[in-house]
């Protein structure tokens, strides 16, 4: 049960963070994109060093900023 909970949470915040991609677009899009590996790499960070919590809350932060990036990077590659 706690599964379905925890990949609704990531793909929901996900996909918040992929609703708003369109406004980031606007905005210089190198970085948003430098802006949003520095944030994952912190995240991953602290998975790997917090404790159980606190990895997965940054866990769950990453799901919206890999939302935005995902749509920003997916434009480009398909918007030549």
């Known amino acids: 049960m706690f599964f379905g909970v925890w990949i609704g949470l990531r793909r929901g915040l996900g996909g918040i963070g992929a609703y708003f991609a369109e406004k980031f677009k ?3 899009g190198t970085n948003i994109k430098t802006f ?3 944030a994952m790499l912190v995240a991953l960070l602290v ?6 919590y606190l990895g997965l809350t ?4 990453i799901s ?6 995902g749509v920003l990077i997916w434009e480009r590659f398909t918007h030549k």
Do not use: E, H, Q, R
């Not at 998975?47 to 159980?52: D, P, Q, S, T």
């Open 36 to 38: 949003s590996l520095l």
């Open 58 to 61: 940054a866990f769950l932060l």
């Open 26 to 28: 606007t905005k210089s």
């Open 47 to 52: 998975i790997g060093i917090g404790g159980k």
């Open 64 to 69: 919206p900023i890999w939302g935005v990036a």
